[in-house]
């Protein structure tokens, strides 16, 4: 028979072979799918060996071999960085068996059920530590006897098997048929954890609750390569409210874009690039998840600045001032600056901001304000909703963003003489505002 070593040393050689060469680059879809389910449960089941390993040694293990710990001896002989040794460490605790005092016989793992999983590659070191996290959080308040429930549902739903049953049914032997399911990932597993832990220990989640308020915050960092850092936490319930606002912004649509009041056509020239219609593969929007999140945020903000029951500052709603020199914006080059931010922003910038808003002209001489005039170039309330109820959503071709989301653009410029009118007034998200969409189209 030939020794763990040995084993090891073949499956590692198998392993070699199918990395060699071109094999996987000549999958077809199918096998290459195929190729990451197996190959995922080669990992997982690598998981459970190194897991094994560490719960079945003695406590001197990693001294033996000149190390301070079980971490160091992770990080040298399986090349792992600290941070994935001491989870494997984690790991091993919630699975080991201790050998008793009184038969020397090895005891059950505190989690018996996740264990088998571990071994059987249907759970890794993350899927076991995401489902055993939450519950052992509340071990002090969780008898055994429902810990022992929570592990049995656990596994069988990391296994794709039927589940035990409630909570109610495991104490009255009724297991239920809940149906064969797919193998849970990670994140299935630490969602299904959480939710029993709140069944089983229903007083831990008011702790949680005031240390998730206690350490809620949201903080903008100093401008870096033109983008200020932001760092903090979400209450649950202010994250989700985000999501929500996220999906109706973001929301994908089908059918195409509507038939909108106003349409913009090619310009004469026939070097013109349009984009949105010359792509062959139909690439509309090519923003990330990320992105679409941040815009969202900004036309959220952006809605309420103008709603009528946000307090006043100065005086007035809420208002993004863009300080730019006149002759710059007469030509079309410099930079623009922003109260509150530390760094200049492009002459678009401002002309974004402008098109939604009014420009105020100060005259200075030697420092004196010597002239103020204000140039009004909103659309009114009722202009807007007649354009809204016209164009129903973002004029852009593919962009879905309601129309009660989006920016009330000048087609042709109020600076070069564009009426603030239905007719020379269009929706556009805060993205296509932003990014100048309508470049190279007419009205």
Known sequence: MNSPADALAQVAADLRDLLSGDALAGLSDAQRAEALAGLGEISRLADAGIVETVATADTEFGHRFGCRGMNEMLRRAALVDASSAARIIRAAEAVQRETSLVSGERMPARWPALREALLDGAVGVAGLLASVAPLERGRDRITVEQRMWADANLAAFACGDDLPGDHDDADHGDHGDRGQAPRASADDLKQFAAALAIALDPDGAEPSDERAQARRGFTIGRVRDGLHPVRGGLTPE??????????????????????????????????????????????????????????????????????????????????????????????????????????????????????????????????????????????????????????????????????????????????????????????????????????????
């Not at 062959?280 to 929007?285: H, K, Y």
């Not at 029951?309 to 001032?321: C, D, Q, R």
């Open 238 to 443: 202010l994250a989700a409210q985000f999501q929500l606002i996220d999906d109706a912004y973001n929301n994908p649509k089908v059918g195409g874009a509507p038939d909108t009041g106003v349409r913009f056509t090619f310009d004469d020239d026939p070097s013109s690039d349009d984009e949105f219609n010359t792509d062959p593969r139909n690439v509309i929007d090519p923003r990330t998840p990320a992105q679409k999140r941040h815009d969202a945020l900004a036309a959220a903000l952006g809605i309420a600045a103008r709603h009528s029951e946000m307090p006043s500052l100065g005086g007035a709603a809420p208002t993004l001032v863009v300080h730019v020199d006149a002759a710059d914006l007469a030509v079309g080059t410099g930079w623009a600056t922003l109260p509150g931010s530390e760094t200049a922003v492009p002459l678009h910038v401002a002309t974004h901001t402008a098109c939604t808003g009014a420009v105020q002209r100060v005259l200075f001489d030697e420092g004196r304000i010597v002239g103020i005039t204000t140039t009004d170039r909103v659309f009114t309330v009722h202009q807007r909703r007649a354009i809204v109820a016209r164009d129903r959503e973002c004029l852009i071709p593919g962009c879905h963003v309601p129309a009660t989301w989006c920016e009330i653009h000048h087609v042709v410029e109020h600076a070069r003489g564009g009426p603030t009118h239905t007719d020379n007034g269009v929706p556009l998200c805060w993205w296509h505002h932003r990014s100048g969409s309508l470049g190279g189209r007419s009205a």
